[in-house]
């Protein structure tokens, strides 16, 4: 997606500025022509509260055929027949293009359910969400009312159109969009940080496979280069961080059983907050471990 600053989205003519913005809200043009006569914006942030307050001030048949532009989630006929660019991304980055056929199964069934209960597709930020997430939320929002999930529609699609914006276009303000996952490892054995030991961050799946995430070694400090996730936001699920610990303290030659006592240990957590810092430490000797949530 190429970018676009935010001082030449104000300069644009309209129809360049409605162009640039056409598929910010999923083949909804017309809130970028009514978003156009209100120029200069000072910041993303007001760019994208006149954005929603054009959605919420609609007659509610627009904002209806707005929700009804949204594609159904791993939806195998419409992924044929072709998403715009923005849904493929974001629909390829909740694993949503590479489900089990048990995940199939259970997506086809409840976006049926709920079409048939409500006439039009559920819609959810996948990019804050794990498959798993996904499938709970579909569950739960299965009991509203259509009134109810008219507005969660409406929520759904303010966080994908903040998402869509961050990519687009570079402001002075930042939209608060992303989370940030990170770890450090203490060797107490040693009372300094632990520098090379390889870290794995697995995505954990009811239905499907698991999935690697991010694969790191720690530094001198302990901690890893890069956040284990950053740059967007944090999908609400289940993880597992693996740290690979026998190997570092066998080649400080610290005494260990054989087999040693402790080899990979995992650490099993859940995310529930998207645009959080979850700061997940491993505390460690050759004979005990300890994490904790940070900050």
């Known amino acids: 997606m190429a970018q676009i600053s935010l001082a030449d989205l104000n300069a644009a003519d309209k129809a360049s500025f409605v162009a640039a913005l056409a598929n910010v809200v999923?083949?909804?043009?017309?809130?970028?022509?009514?978003?156009?006569?209100?120029?200069?914006?000072?910041?993303?942030?007001?760019?994208?509260?006149?954005?929603?307050?054009?959605?919420?001030?609609?007659?509610?048949?627009?904002?209806?055929?707005?929700?009804?532009?949204?594609?159904?989630?791993?939806?195998?006929?419409?992924?044929?027949?072709?998403?715009?660019?923005?849904?493929?991304?974001?629909?390829?980055?909740?694993?949503?293009?590479?489900?089990?056929?048990?995940?199939?199964?259970?997506?086809?069934?409840?976006?049926?359910?709920?079409?048939?209960?409500?006439?039009?597709?559920y819609i959810v930020c996948v990019r804050r969400h794990t498959r798993d997430s996904v499938l709970r939320d579909f569950e739960t929002r299965l009991r509203n009312i259509a009134k109810t999930e008219t507005r969660r529609a409406i929520e759904e699609i303010g966080r994908i159109s903040a998402l869509r914006l961050d990519q687009l276009v570079v402001a002075d303000d930042k939209l608060k969009v992303h989370g940030r996952l990170s770890t450090h490892v203490l060797d107490n054995h040693a009372g300094k940080p632990a520098a090379g030991i390889p870290v794995e961050l697995v995505e954990l799946a009811s239905l499907g496979e698991s999935r690697v995430i991010a694969r790191a070694i720690t530094n001198a400090d302990g901690r890893t280069d890069q956040p284990l996730i950053g740059g967007r936001p944090l999908p609400i699920g289940r993880y597992e961080l693996k740290f690979s610990v026998a190997k570092y303290y066998a080649e400080r030659n610290v005494p260990l059983s054989d087999p040693p006592f402790l080899d990979e240990i995992p650490l099993r957590f859940a995310i529930s907050e998207p645009e959080s810092h979850y700061h997940v430490p491993l505390l460690v000797t050759p004979w005990s471990y300890s994490t904790y949530r940070g900050s």
């Open 26 to 121: 999923e083949y909804s043009p017309w809130i970028a022509e009514k978003l156009a006569g209100q120029r200069p914006f000072a910041g993303i942030n007001q760019l994208h509260s006149a954005l929603m307050a054009a959605i919420q001030s609609a007659e509610p048949d627009v904002q209806l055929a707005l929700i009804r532009a949204h594609p159904d989630l791993a939806n195998k006929t419409q992924r044929a027949a072709g998403l715009t660019a923005e849904s493929t991304d974001e629909q390829n980055s909740a694993g949503l293009d590479r489900l089990s056929e048990a995940e199939y199964a259970a997506f086809e069934r409840v976006n049926n359910a709920y079409r048939d209960k409500f006439g039009f597709p």
